[in-house]
Structures are given as structure tokens and as C-alpha cells.
């Protein structure tokens, strides 16, 4: 059997991060012959490393995102030659258990035609248009009953460039499973059991889900936008499991995400630059306290965790239970030297503010919101 792997790469400054080198090396043995596409500029050191790897090394612009960069190989590559596709990206850090146990399961299930590590329930667009149920782009795996087909020739020729991240995800990834089973062909996720994880309508299983999909499915990956602050506390119960558990390295992850918390990337992503601030608020204060004890507190209590940080207490405004493990704030001394960071909502955010400006000085308080 032969296999081709087609993996984009897009790097924003140009770097070769150690996790796009260890996705390569891992999915090396796998791919009988493998093409590496990489929108934009790499730096000498990578492409170096790339060439070293890669059967196909090609540069191109940043048309199409992912998707502009499968049509362009996709309609010149004979695929007559191959049994199986694999398309993937860079989107994830991994693998952190062995690949053979995704090919050996896919593989083991012959009425499938292509594969998924995880997939998204239905729900509703930003634009109110409703989509289906559907398996996730960042890693497909194509049988070669459908990859020899030519609804999949047609697929990609007829498929416009996105001009956008959102075109990106309408016309690829929510139309590439539509389109196919609406062609006869059967798709399905290999870790993802929506109706066991219960997840709603409308959620992304790879945000929020990360720790329970890797601790009870074995989910090989952790997506790099999962590492994000909205959902710190899953995503740093993910990185402690995968270092207790693997042999994965999380110095890779860390790597990416200090240096988003740096604030040297683009809006394309979250803006994680208030971390930065934060941190410089933490040191230029004795003690810290977190007011709040809601899904924003437990993020930024995960965070602190993380970065080796201690906090004092949580701070509520009214205390309704006594065995809550908060402090009511009135009968908290917060001394000139210390710091309180407003963990909450914007409406209890416009409650809370008016408070602490009267008893605090500005230095004392850190807000998440400009």
C-alpha cells in the first residue's frame, strides 16, 4: 500500500518551531512519499530541515490558507498512484501516543472512505447560517475508493480560493463533509464520540474537551488555539497529563504559547498581549489576590499555576457559602503593597470596579478589559 501525506505549514515569522519538527518526524514513517507546502517565508534553518525530511518541499504564497494550498498540489499530483491521502497541518502540537493505533483502527473499518481525528456537532454560523454535523479538517485521512473518484478530482478543481479564514472554513472544511457523503461516501472521527463526551450543539470539541478526549480516548494531539486563556483551565489540564503520561516534550508548547503571551502575533489569533502586562503586574506586587471565582477565575488561577505563580486567596463580594474555598473582599486587608486582579464578567466587571477604585489605588487592581 502506498500512502502520500500532504502537510501546510505556516509560520508568521518565518520560524520552524521544535513542534512542527516533531509533527514532521513523527509522521515520516508513515508517508511513502511526503510534500511539505509552505505558505509564506521559512528561515534557512528550516527549510534546511525541511529538505532533509520532505520528498517535496514547495513554497507559495498564502493564498487560500490550507485549502488553497491542497487544491494547488491536489490537481497536480497523479493520485492514480496512491491508496491512501493524508492531509494535515500545523495547527496542533503531537503526536503524543503512537500513530500506528489511528492507522491500525482506520484501517480495520473498510466501509469508511475518509477520516478525521475529531468532529464538530452542528450549529450555527456567525452569519446565522446553519451547518451539519461534520469531521474536522486539520487531519483527514482519504480511502482510495474516494480518493480515486472523480467527485474528489472535481472536489479541488472546482473549489474557489478562500479569501478569508471564515471562507477557509465554509468552503473546505463544512463543505468537504457535506459534499462527500451527499456523494455516497462515508466519513468518521477516530477519538471523537460526541454523544459520550456531551458536548452541545454548536461547540468545538478540541476547545474545552481537550483533557477528557487525550485522558480517555487517547487522543494524540492538542490543537494550538486550545491553548488559549477563555479555556486555560482544560488546556493546562491537558499539557500536565501529556507530561505525567508521554514522552512528550511541553517545553514545545510552552515555547508557542510564551510566545503569543508576548504578544508577537497577529489578530488572526487571540491577542494575548494583556498576559504580558499581567506579568509585570505579579512582580511589581507583594501579594496577589483574584476576585472572582467564575469560569474567567479558575482560567486565570490555572494560569498563574503555569507560570509558577502564587496566589492568595479568591475574592468574592458576598460569600454564600461558608465552605467556599473564597474570602469575602470587606473582610480582606489589602495592604498598599498588594494587588488585586478583577477576574470577571463585564457585568460584574461594571459592579466590582467602582468599589475597589475607591478603596484601591489604581497601581492595586489589574482589569482584563481596556
Not at 198 to 222: F, R
Request: net charge negative.
Amino acid at each position: 500500500m502506498q500512502r502520500i501525506v500532504l502537510m501546510v505549514i505556516y509560520c508568521y515569522d518565518g520560524e520552524l518551531m521544535q513542534y512542527r519538527k516533531k509533527l514532521i518526524n513523527d509522521i515520516r514513517p508513515y508517508a511513502d512519499v511526503l510534500y511539505i507546502v509552505y505558505n509564506g517565508y521559512i528561515n534557512e534553518e528550516g527549510t534546511d530541515f525541511l529538505n532533509q525530511k520532505a520528498d517535496f518541499v514547495i513554497q507559495r504564497k498564502n493564498v487560500g490558507y490550507d485549502a488553497g494550498a491542497y487544491k494547488d498540489i491536489l490537481t497536480q499530483v497523479p493520485l492514480e498512484k496512491y491508496d491512501e491521502l493524508l492531509l494535515m497541518n500545523d495547527t496542533f502540537f503531537g503526536f503524543f501516543f503512537p500513530l500506528s493505533d489511528f492507522f491500525e483502527h482506520t484501517g480495520e473499518k473498510a466501509s469508511i472512505d475518509f477520516w478525521g481525528l475529531t468532529k464538530h456537532p452542528r450549529g450555527v454560523w456567525k452569519d446565522g447560517e446553519g451547518f451539519e454535523e461534520h469531521i474536522q479538517s486539520y487531519f483527514l485521512l482519504i480511502k482510495s475508493r474516494m480518493l480515486h473518484s472523480e467527485e474528489f478530482k472535481l472536489f479541488w478543481e472546482t473549489m474557489p480560493y478562500p479569501e478569508s479564514f471564515d471562507e477557509a472554513v465554509k468552503k473546505f472544511e463544512l463543505k468537504f463533509t457535506t459534499y462527500f457523503r451527499g456523494c455516497g461516501f462515508q466519513g468518521d472521527a477516530a477519538y471523537c464520540d460526541l454523544h459520550k463526551l456531551g458536548i452541545e450543539d454548536g461547540k468545538n470539541p478540541c476547545w474545552g474537551w481537550s483533557h477528557e478526549l487525550i485522558k480517555n480516548q487517547q487522543y494524540p494531539v492538542l490543537k494550538v488555539k486550545a491553548v488559549d486563556f477563555g479555556n486555560f483551565v482544560d488546556a493546562w489540564e491537558s499539557i500536565k497529563y501529556v507530561d505525567r503520561y508521554t514522552n512528550y516534550n511541553i517545553n514545545m508548547i510552552r515555547e508557542v504559547f510564551d510566545k503569543r503571551c508576548r504578544g508577537n502575533l497577529s489578530n488572526f489569533l487571540t491577542d494575548f498581549s494583556f498576559l504580558h502586562k499581567l506579568e509585570a503586574f505579579y512582580k511589581s506586587h507583594e501579594k496577589i489576590y483574584i476576585y472572582g471565582h467564575g469560569r474567567i477565575a479558575q482560567n486565570m488561577a490555572a494560569f498563574f499555576e503555569y507560570r509558577g505563580w502564587h496566589f492568595a486567596g479568591f475574592l468574592v463580594t458576598d460569600k454564600v457559602k461558608e465552605e467556599e474555598p473564597v474570602m469575602s473582599y470587606r473582610e480582606v486587608k489589602v495592604k498598599e503593597q498588594d494587588g488585586i486582579v478583577l477576574a470577571l464578567g463585564r457585568k460584574a466587571y461594571a459592579e466590582v470596579l467602582p468599589v475597589v477604585m475607591i478603596d484601591l489605588h489604581p497601581h492595586q487592581f489589574f482589569s482584563l478589559y481596556s
